[in-house]
């Protein structure tokens, strides 16, 4: 399948369902690849998924550099979008530096922000030197302690109203799409149907042009998950038993097997002893 590009992910906005999947190493990137996921995300949720931070806050540009770079290696063949994480685009030439070092380090096809018509100087900046950008509003969580905690945005009238103004700002300033995160689904809805360009919910219901989870959530490799995430497959207690099958056998010393092992010839061994100084 040919790498999706920006300007056909906007163009799919009406015509089909768009998937996206977080990944935070080779390994992962390959894997989302070849199940012909059409976004990958690197999203800062790796500080939390990947680091055992609590938050995404202490996330830094290396890092988002340093994990993007082997996604990229493992998934050269599928859009790449990373996010920019807690206080690397607080103003335009510092957002044009770390999303240069994104583009040309990790070769990312895009980057991804956090809030509305706050951070339009931003994205205004990053779109005029060629960068793509991607939004994200809603619950965003770089600004989780203003928020109070995870908590679902957008329940009342005027919050509503500022979320929909945001995303059309977004969208008339050319972002290529939106991520809406941790909103009412009819709310959701209505911005998809308000902007020319896709919106990927996560938390947001089925109305949104595409979906998005995070690697570990969709394959039950997490403790626990929000009340969005559907685990479709169990790989948590899938690998905790196959660990434990491994612990038992090397303990009862049927790991590994005379055929998992290597061997030299009896003639070499014979030699070797007749050459080995006596102890």
């Known amino acids: 399948?040919?790498?999706?590009?920006?300007?056909?992910?906007?163009?799919?906005?009406?015509?089909?369902?768009?998937?996206?999947?977080?990944?935070?190493?080779?390994?992962?990137?390959?894997?989302?690849?070849?199940?012909?996921?059409?976004?990958?995300?690197?999203?800062?949720?790796?500080?939390?998924?990947?680091?055992g931070f609590d938050t995404t806050l202490p996330v830094t540009m290396d890092h988002m550099v340093h994990h993007s770079a082997a996604v990229r290696r493992g998934a050269p063949d599928t859009l790449m979008i990373v996010d920019?994480?807690?206080?690397?685009?607080?103003?335009?030439?510092?957002?044009?530096?770390?999303?240069?070092?994104?583009?040309?380090?990790?070769?990312?096809?895009?980057?991804?922000v956090e809030g509305g018509r706050a951070i339009?100087?931003?994205?205004?900046?990053?779109?005029?030197?060629?960068?793509?950008?991607?939004?994200?509003?809603?619950?965003?969580?770089?600004s989780v302690h203003r928020m109070g905690g995870?908590?679902?945005?957008?329940?009342?009238?005027?919050?509503?109203?500022?979320?929909?103004?945001?995303?059309?700002?977004?969208?008339?300033?050319?972002?290529?799409a939106i991520v809406l995160e941790g909103i009412p689904d009819r709310v959701a809805q209505y911005v998809t149907q308000t902007i020319d360009i896709p919106t990927i919910g996560i938390g947001a219901g089925a109305g949104c042009d595409g979906q998005v989870l995070v690697f570990h959530d969709c394959?039950?490799?997490?403790?626990?998950?929000p009340k969005f995430a559907r685990p479709f497959?169990?790989?948590?207690?899938?690998i905790i038993e196959g660990l434990t099958q491994y612990r038992t056998q090397v303990e009862n010393r049927s790991f590994p097997t005379d055929q998992?092992?290597?061997?030299v010839t009896d003639r070499e061994w014979q030699e070797f002893l007749s050459l080995e100084t006596p102890i």
Do not use: C
Request: net charge negative; hydrophobic share 40%; no cysteine.
């Open 150 to 176: 995870y908590k679902v945005q957008a329940r009342s009238a005027e919050a509503i109203s500022h979320l929909v103004s945001d995303a059309r700002e977004l969208a008339d300033h050319g972002v290529g």
């Open 233 to 238: 497959e169990d790989l948590r207690a899938r």
């Open 1 to 51: 399948m040919a790498k999706l590009t920006i300007p056909e992910l906007i163009k799919l906005k009406g015509q089909r369902p768009i998937s996206w999947m977080t990944a935070y190493d080779f390994i992962q990137g390959q894997l989302v690849q070849a199940a012909g996921i059409d976004v990958i995300l690197v999203g800062d949720s790796l500080g939390m998924t990947t680091l």
């Open 260 to 263: 998992e092992s290597y061997h």
């Open 219 to 225: 394959l039950g490799l997490s403790s626990g998950y």
């Open 84 to 112: 920019l994480p807690f206080l690397s685009y607080s103003e335009p030439s510092q957002a044009l530096r770390n999303a240069g070092r994104i583009m040309q380090q990790a070769l990312g096809d895009g980057v991804k």
């Open 120 to 142: 339009l100087p931003v994205v205004d900046a990053l779109i005029k030197e060629s960068i793509p950008v991607i939004g994200h509003l809603g619950l965003t969580p770089q």
